[in-house]
């Protein structure tokens, strides 16, 4: 039986590092700023979910709804409470969002089709035009 508690909780620990490190990536992640890519809708969630309070710093364009906008640039920022009071210190997530259209047009602002970004959204939307979507 001893041997059997060994191996128990040998895996155990094991489980329990796992858990640690892929939290600590996870902070990692949000800490460092890697929300940029991804629509600020869905950054809030991630922000929110790791104690963070997302804050929009800038914006350009205006195509679309904030929630849909693409985050271009993220970066940390602690603001320390009032002196003399006992309130704590906030974590935000300063954020800058790109809120063109996916593609420009003659008569709408958006990224270029020269540029990546453009050249994804044009094969996107041709995807979709060919499967009828």
């Given at each position: ?35 940029t890519g991804q629509k ?94």
């Amino acid at each position: 039986m001893r041997s059997v508690r060994i191996v128990l909780g040998a895996s155990t620990a094991a489980a329990a590092v796992a858990l640690a490190v892929a939290g600590s990536a996870v902070a990692v992640a949000v800490s460092s700023g890697d929300v940029t890519g991804q629509k600020y809708s869905d950054a809030q969630g991630v922000l929110s979910g790791a104690g963070m309070k997302p804050v929009v710093e800038s914006t350009v364009g205006d195509q679309k709804a904030w929630p849909d906008c693409i985050v271009t640039h993220a970066q940390k920022r602690t603001v320390q409470p009032p002196e003399n009071s006992s309130g704590s210190a906030t974590n935000e997530m300063l954020v800058s969002l790109n809120c063109e259209a996916p593609l420009a047009s003659a008569t709408s602002p958006g990224n270029s089709a020269a540029s990546p970004e453009g050249r994804a959204a044009a094969a996107a939307a041709a995807s979709n035009t060919s499967s009828g979507g």
